[in-house]
């Protein structure tokens, strides 16, 4: 499996506004940690088990955050992250990824964008899916 990076380039034009924007904001009141201490040791990277399977670094993560870089959202790593707490474990700072990365799935989810199309899905499929199944996910995936 071939992992196409989200950000080929990091180029970003940091600004007051920006670091101190609605958007970190909204990160550190969900996720409940604090964001400036991480100091990019790299042990929270190191410590990942699926970092093979992400597309940004944990490290990667959080430094796009800190600079309220919103293309994070975009980024395949925040739904990798199986919430081991391996990277909580190693971190100087104590600093949960794991509470970060739900939180960056929530703001995600929570800009109402369908993922779920049902017109787009064959009636033969859709007879042979669990009800259950499909009311959560169309309550999950959709606005």
Not at 25 to 40: D, F, H, M, P, T
Not at 50 to 74: A, C, H, T, Y
């Amino acid at each position: 499996m071939v992992i196409k990076p989200v950000i080929a380039r990091m180029n970003l034009i940091l600004s007051r506004q920006r670091v101190n924007g609605e958007f970190v904001r909204k990160v550190v009141e969900l996720s409940g940690e604090n964001i400036y201490a991480c100091y990019q040791c790299g042990k929270c990277s190191s410590a990942c088990p699926f970092v093979d399977k992400m597309d940004l670094l944990p490290s990667q993560v959080i430094r796009l955050v800190q600079f309220g870089d919103e293309r994070v959202l975009n980024s395949g790593t925040i739904w990798v992250c199986s919430a081991c707490f391996t990277c909580r474990a190693g971190c100087p700072k104590g600093i949960d990824i794991a509470n970060i990365n739900e939180a960056l799935r929530l703001i995600h989810l929570r800009k109402n964008i369908d993922h779920v199309k049902l017109n787009k899905l064959k009636r033969t499929d859709l007879a042979g899916f669990p009800q259950i199944a499909l009311i959560s996910c169309l309550r999950k995936y959709s606005s």
